[in-house]
């Protein structure tokens, strides 16, 4: 009877696959250049991360696994890959074109308001990073890197918040973003916002200005292929300190943006061409800020459910 019971069960499962439609090839590539646009959109927004859209998309494991042993499979991996990465380039520049046009004459609004879309991601981070318990040593990473972060941008004030862009620091500025893929919650945008390089690099993007896109990409290739392997076992080792290292760097860096490029582009010439006074300015960036932050916690939010430790 059992055996009976088996075959019936065998031939139930066989009938239900026969009858299960298939996925068309063009579909199921559409769906990857989609998901490509996707994360595109998530790598050049400020606050929201690549990676993390890479994980909540079920790409990341898998993409992780190419970059961390490229000659594996590594015809069929780029025939995967290659609509998610069409897909990543439209996004990036489709929502480049949107970035550009914000950092206009209200810039120091929408400053805060995407500042407030990485302050958002800290709750998300912080319960990554206490996935595997908290010790005193994590407490010490982050509280060293958030004062650090902090201090240097202070410091720096005068000499790297309006940095003159070349091939340099295009490379350099290219393997920064990238970074923002490799490592899920990392938002590199603060960085670039600090050195005066977002909007340029926005705008590069949109108008399609090779002399900026060429170093830029090679940097962003170079990091990927330099530091997955690495990202890999730096969180595969030690977790905790890893992700309390970026929140340190999110806290530090968000509080810097405030003294360092907010509040002083509040001069009379913008404040006049805002047609608003300062208190009025300084309360506006305030709510923005605040929108920024709860959009991006909503966003933290989905993440929770489709975390790579999980």
């Given at each position: ?153 202070l410091i720096g004030e005068q000499n790297f918040t309006q940095i003159q862009p070349n091939i340099i620091v295009w490379v350099l500025s290219g393997a920064i ?46 990091s990927v292929l330099l530091f997955a392997k690495l990202a890999n076992y730096l969180f595969q080792r030690y977790y905790s300190k890893m992700y309390h290292l ?65």
């Open positions: 009877m059992s055996a009976e019971n088996n075959s019936n069960t065998n031939q139930i499962e066989l009938e239900e696959i026969k009858t299960q439609p298939k996925r068309h090839g063009l579909a199921d590539w559409m769906i990857r250049l989609l998901k490509g646009f996707i994360i595109g959109f998530g790598g050049i927004v400020p606050g929201l991360s690549g990676g993390v859209l890479s994980v909540i998309l079920g790409v990341y494991d898998r993409m992780m696994n190419f970059l961390g042993n490229l000659r594996n499979q590594f015809l069929k991996n780029v025939a995967y890959f290659f609509p998610i990465g069409i897909g990543g380039i439209l996004g990036i520049v489709f929502f480049a074109g949107i970035i550009e046009a914000a950092f206009g004459t209200y810039a120091a609004l929408f400053t805060a308001l995407f500042i407030g879309f990485v302050a958002g991601t800290f709750p998300s981070i912080y319960r990554t990073a206490g996935q595997k318990g908290r010790k005193g040593s994590d407490w010490a990473v982050f509280a060293i890197s958030a004062i650090v972060i902090f201090g240097l941008m973003v990238a970074l923002g893929f490799i490592v899920p919650g990392l938002s590199p945008s603060n960085f670039l916002i600090y050195f005066g390089l977002y909007d340029k690099m926005a705008s590069g993007i949109k108008n399609f200005d090779f002399q900026m896109l060429i170093p830029f990409v090679a940097g962003a290739i170079a970026i929140l340190g760097l999110v806290v530090g860096s968000t509080l810097g943006i405030f003294p360092t490029i907010i509040f002083p582009s509040f001069t009379a010439k913008n404040l006049t061409a805002m047609k608003m006074s300062f208190i009025v300015a300084f309360l506006i960036s305030i709510v923005m800020f605040l929108i920024g932050i709860v959009i991006s916690y909503l966003f933290g939010k989905l993440e929770e459910k489709y975390s790579p430790q999980d």
